[in-house]
Nanobody, 125 residues
Framework: QVQLVESGGGLVQAGGSLRLSCAAS????????MGWFRQAPGKEREFVAT????????YYPDSVKGRFTISRDNAKNTVYLQMNSLKPEDTAVYYC??????????????????WGQGTQVTVSS
C-alpha cells in the first residue's frame, strides 16, 4: 500500500506558474504508474497527466499539453506537476494517484488504486 501527500498548491495570477509535488510513502514507488487529476466545483474529476514507471513516457490531454509537465524522482518517491501559463479554467483541487498496474494511457480515475487528499490551485484573472 502507498500513501500520497500533495503540496504546492496556492493562488496565482493568470499566466503564472506553480509546481505541485506528491510524496509517496511505502515501498515500491517505482512500480506504480502515477497520475495527476483535478476536480473543479460541480464538475467531474478529470485527467491532467500520467507518467510511466520509469518516467520515460508521459501523457496529457489537449487542454494542458505544452503548459503542464509531469515528472518523477523514484529515488525520492516523489512525482511533480509543473504548471506554466496558468489559466482561470485551471482552477481546481489537484490530486495525485497511483496505479498498481495498467498503462500510462489510462486516463480514467477508476483505474487508479491510491489517492492523495488533494491540493487547491486557484488562478485569478
Amino acid at each position: 500500500q502507498v500513501q500520497l501527500v500533495e503540496s504546492g498548491g496556492g493562488l496565482v495570477q493568470a499566466g503564472g506558474s506553480l509546481r505541485l509535488s506528491c510524496a509517496a510513502s511505502g515501498r515500491a514507488f517505482s512500480t506504480y504508474f502515477m497520475g495527476w487529476f483535478r476536480q473543479a466545483p460541480g464538475k467531474e474529476r478529470e485527467f491532467v497527466a500520467t507518467i510511466s514507471r520509469s518516467g520515460a513516457i508521459t501523457y496529457y490531454p489537449d487542454s494542458v499539453k505544452g503548459r503542464f509537465t509531469i515528472s518523477r524522482d523514484n529515488a525520492k518517491n516523489t512525482v511533480y506537476l509543473q504548471m506554466n501559463s496558468l489559466k482561470p479554467e485551471d482552477t481546481a483541487v489537484y490530486y495525485c494517484a497511483a496505479a498498481v498496474s495498467g498503462s500510462v494511457y489510462y486516463t480514467s480515475s477508476y483505474r487508479y488504486d491510491y489517492w492523495g487528499q488533494g491540493t487547491q490551485v486557484t488562478v485569478s484573472s
